[in-house]
């Protein structure tokens, strides 16, 4: 632990580590996450553009104070229409992915959130509302921990009983974030995205486990900003599985894809993640674990995999 920061982690390469044998002989564990997200629609006075979050459907920004229609609606096509697109075919699938959530969504969203909840999918708080990054609280930890703390308690609300894992807006995050996470009972951090295996993160509060997020298996940078075409997605995450999972043999690994209804909920991509899934369904030895469960588990064998 760096004893000037309030978090830190050691670099600890591949090759240094133990073997990970994940519970039940997996290889891989396979971590699909939809980001459902609200976005303020304007905030008065702020002439700065709001945080995108995200590449815009029509790029020229405008003031903050002013409500951009296209890409809030654009946006909004997830909730109205995307994300139930994907619930169907997350269930036909049968696969139970983590999805995280903005606080203002339970608030102005709560049909999804209640559905969500009826399926006993995972719920990850993600910062109170997606424009409103952990950053701008850089420095200011007080401040940074009533954000935190008023989405914990809209989970803690409406779930009955406290969140366990976090992964922040944008996956910004500062050096206090972890630490401040711990206080309130979180055991997953998920904004990094140096790894393909889950590792201890020292806060002055103790451990938290480090559940690695990705942003290149993310529908964002396939689609969105990397214009690929549904079979071309397809392909691109058919080929990063196989690789982790011919890895996964000797050690286990992680494929979080990141998802967002508004993007991969499109119909022209939905077949994307129809195919993917089963394709995956398909194989042995693959874990589909919340990032509570990988957390717990990794908790009890974190000292053999990597040595404190």
Known sequence: MNSTQPSSYRFVPM???????????ARVAVIPTINIEYWEQDRPGQKEPLFPGGPA??????PGDVWDTANWTWREYGQRVGIWRMIETFVEAGVAPSCTFNGLLAIERRRIFDEIVDLGWELVPHNWAQNDLLTYYAGKPDEERKVIK??????????GRPAKAWLSS???????????LKEFGIIAYCDYLNDEQPYLIETVNGPIVCVPYSNDVNDFNMFARGGASTREGVDMLKACFDQLYKEGAKTGRIMNF?????VIGQPHRIAALADFLAYVKSKDDVWFPTREELATWYLTVASDHIAP
């Open 15 to 25: 090759p240094d580590r133990k073997p990970l044998r994940f519970p039940n002989g």
């Open 150 to 159: 008023r989405t914990l308690d809209v989970y803690q609300s409406i779930v």
């Open 57 to 62: 459907t029509i790029p020229h920004p405008l």
């Open 258 to 262: 990141g998802l967002h209804p508004h």
């Open 170 to 180: 944008a996956i910004r995050g500062t050096r206090h974030t972890p630490a401040i």
